[in-house]
């Protein structure tokens, strides 16, 4: 595995220390079963080895084994802060993640070499190995871990979110319907290693598109996960509906191992489950070897096709605005998000975590809506009630219930408001001078404005442009509201909405064509004029 690793001044270093090849051992004995992981091995040991060679490079110390003794303590951090481009004026590091790192495996190389110092009966070097990891759990946090996180932290703030837009997940899907259409094709009339690549990196970007899945999960899906799924259809008498349980058999299902040792399912349609069929019936054909157990395999080799390289290239091809957030992440977190409108209960919402591979509190943590988007789009709700006195009208109502105030103020005075005040507002809609209201004439017009009052400035400005059209208040409409508000107008209140909801039902049919807000606004309008003919 060694052997594999970029030949440069890094894996040379790495070669020759016998405390850093003791790691790696370390490494893939625990690791080493898993193919997929040797990248991940190689990584690690690479990130110590370039410690190692700073290390080198600031001071005598030579071996990975002389850096865990207590008295090189401080010799080790700033090299380990370096490595990881530590920045004094700003106290942040430029890959603050890689400190992090180098800090967890210098931990795990000083329990290496404490375990072998006991095998060897070598006192000092326990002592040594010992006092380190004392030092370590009392100031490795006050010298790097500290700033590092700060430095990731610090990072996010006004980081845009971006999800995929719904137009572009579209054409993705209509585009991966086409090129599996044509790779199936192709690869059922010659059966070359080019048509099994293209249709095997089509239908991996179909099922974790589908699924919302994460790439590596389906990647790295074996041959026997798929060969073995449950076929049989127990789904009568489990309390499902009729289509659910046409659902239940419409679909395939295929359980996997997921991150952190879950069992994780995957959903495959007809399609879907006849592609794969295809590419396994053909893999010997294609120079697939026998020893290759994953799913999508490579011809002529032991490893899979990574789905993040054929994701991306489905992404630039399919024409999408903006294919860079087409990315597995950005799919699963857009499930998390939008599932929010749908209102789910906390048991429904438990299988959409664990169908994705979550932790219920990670779900909620970090895939569901973005605290940004909470605090812009429903606390200012709350915030412009408070601003304009009306909080009291939101009594028992949830922040999804509150309305809009940024210019209700403005479209009560132009659109809802009386034609005509009445010289006592108490009173009912006929008036003993004028007639009854529906006969007066509306304030729009040059009649109304000419039989009131002198035409202004302001009315001739106003008949320039579009005004809106009102609609005046019948007799048996202003009775209706009277007759729940006639003590709120007299005090000059406002009525809650609630209460103007009550009192269109109670009233129906008569308020039919009233809306709440008309109502409310009635009420408010004639509250004023009262308390005007009052004083």
Known sequence: MINRMHDDEISTVVRNDFCLLRFAESLYSKHGHDPSKHDYIRQKIRQVGRFLQTLRRISPIMTLEDSIKPRNFMTVIKAVQETAGFDTNTNSYKTPSLALKIGHSLLKVSDIVRCHALMAGNEDLIKSSEAFQKLYQAKWSEYISHCALTTISDSKYNKPDNLPLTEDIKKLHQHLDSSAELATAALKKVATA???????????????????????????????????????????????????????????????????????????????????????????????????????????????????????????????????????????????????????????????????????????QFYRLSEPKIQSGKISKLL?????????????????????????????????????????????????????????????????????????????????????????????????????FKMHISKAHLATMRECEVCKRCEHPVLQNRSVQNIRDFVRNRGRNFKHVEN
């Not at 009912?428 to 006969?439: M, Q, R, W």
């Open 194 to 364: 080019q048509n099994y690549s293209s249709l095997a990196r089509t239908i991996l970007s179909k099922i974790v598109i589908f699924n919302r899945r994460r790439i590596g999960e389906v990647s790295k899906m074996k041959l026997m996960n798929f060969l073995q799924r449950d076929h049989s259809h127990t789904h009568e008498g489990t309390g499902l509906s009729n289509y659910e349980q046409k659902l239940c058999r419409y679909f395939n299902r295929v359980e996997l191992k997921g991150k952190r040792g879950r069992k994780v399912a995957v959903l495959l349609t007809p399609d879907m489950t006849n592609a794969l069929n295809l590419l396994i019936a053909n893999r010997k054909e294609c120079g697939v070897p026998e020893e290759n157990d994953y799913l999508f395999a490579v011809p002529q080799c032991l490893t899979y096709y990574r789905g993040h390289e054929s994701l991306r290239r489905q992404a630039d091809e399919c024409g999408a605005q903006k294919p860079d957030c087409l990315r597995s992440t950005k799919l699963r977190k857009e499930i998390a998000t939008t599932s929010q409108i749908l209102n789910l209960k906390d048991n429904e919402l438990d299988q959409l975590a664990d169908f994705l591979g979550h932790d219920i509190s990670v779900h909620r």
């Open 384 to 484: 412009l009630a408070l601003e304009k006195g009306k909080l009291h009208e939101l009594h028992g109502k949830s922040l999804d219930q509150i309305g809009d105030f940024t210019d209700e103020d403005e479209e009560d005075d132009s659109e809802d408001e009386e034609t005509i005040p009445a010289e006592n507002p108490l009173e009912d809609a006929s008036d003993k001078t004028n007639g009854p209201l529906e006969s007066r004439p509306c304030p729009n017009t040059s009649e109304g404005l000419k039989a009131d009052r002198p035409i202004s400035e302001n009315d001739v400005s106003s008949r320039g442009r579009r005004m809106p059209k009102r609609r005046p208040w019948t007799k048996p409409e202003v009775n209706a509201v009277m007759r729940h």
